[in-house]
């Protein structure tokens, strides 16, 4: 029996588009948008422990271990399983996202974690048990555990796998963390945009719909505007999420490699600014039973 997992990946996922068609009685908002898995993420190493503990071993600056997603997916987990008390583990990252990024990284990372630690501790849960598990911890989650690219609805948990484009993609981090509270909360976000139909992305692909809180973002935060008419000059630049980071979809990798050089050539140094793949599953969904 494996008593340690490495390199295990939690990806960087995209909302090609983000739409709020309306609110619950709740507070919620009702979303429909399109996630996109990429090949660039964090990555995780576990180690099993049978005394119950769970430790996360990597400090991660203003995250305390006991308020960390990852740390919260193992505990959830650990007391989901009957005769789990003595279910322990350490866990380290290579934290790769920025938090506040939009990209999905709190929610990769706990997913990555769900999934690892099943198949470590042997606890056998399948893939529908692990999603009700995730959404516990956030909207995002059961989409990572879901494990392909999907055209989501409700709150985020509804999900459909959809074929999206086989492209490239650079990302640019503008150096600022946005608080999805403060996104949501405000007056001026478009709540009322007409539902649309998963057969209607399927025709359009990556220049489909808008993100809705794109325009609230980009007035609570002047980076993101930038970088969005900056990478503008490009293609179809758009915020993913509730930002920070902005993409933007290019069909070759040569072109993205162009577009990272005159990135460079500008000298900013708030900006970073990377290339990814396209990926169409998860890359731990071999660890998933159906």
Not at 53 to 80: C, M, N, Y
Not at 245 to 251: A, D, I, K, L, S
Request: glycine share 8%; proline share 5%.
């Amino acid at each position: 029996m494996a008593s340690t997992l490495n390199n295990c990946p939690a990806p960087a996922k995209l909302n090609l588009f983000l739409h709020v068609t309306g609110r619950r009685p709740d507070g919620y908002h009702l979303l429909q948008t399109v996630f996109q898995l990429l090949d660039h993420g964090d990555a995780l190493h576990f180690e099993r422990r049978d005394d119950g503990v769970i430790r996360r071993t990597t400090p991660i600056a203003g995250v305390p271990e006991e308020s960390d997603l990852i740390v919260r997916a193992a505990q959830l987990l650990k007391s989901a399983v009957q005769d789990g008390a003595h279910l322990g583990a350490e866990i380290a990252i290579d934290k790769r996202l920025p938090m506040g990024g939009g990209l999905g990284g709190g929610s990769s990372d706990a997913a990555t974690t769900l999934i690892a630690l099943n198949h470590l501790w042997q606890t056998g849960l399948d893939r529908a048990e692990l999603m009700d598990l995730g959404l516990k911890l956030g909207a995002d989650v059961p989409f990572f555990i879901f494990g392909n690219n999907a055209f989501a609805e409700g709150v985020g948990e509804a999900l459909q796998q959809v074929t999206t484009p086989d492209c490239w993609y650079v990302v640019i981090e503008p150096g600022v963390f946005v608080p999805t509270a403060a996104i949501f909360s405000d007056s001026d976000l478009t709540r009322n945009t007409k539902p649309v139909r998963i057969t209607d992305f399927s025709k359009a692909n990556t220049c489909f719909g808008k993100n809705d809180l794109q325009v609230v973002a980009t007035k609570l935060f002047p980076p993101i505007a930038e970088a969005i008419e900056w990478l503008r000059q490009y293609g179809d630049a758009r915020m993913t999420g509730s930002g920070a980071c902005v993409f933007c979809p290019f069909e070759h990798e040569h072109q993205a490699d162009a577009v990272l050089a005159a990135m460079r050539e500008t000298g900013r140094t708030d900006w970073k600014a990377w290339k990814a793949k396209a990926i169409e599953r998860h890359p731990l969904s071999h660890l998933l039973m159906s």
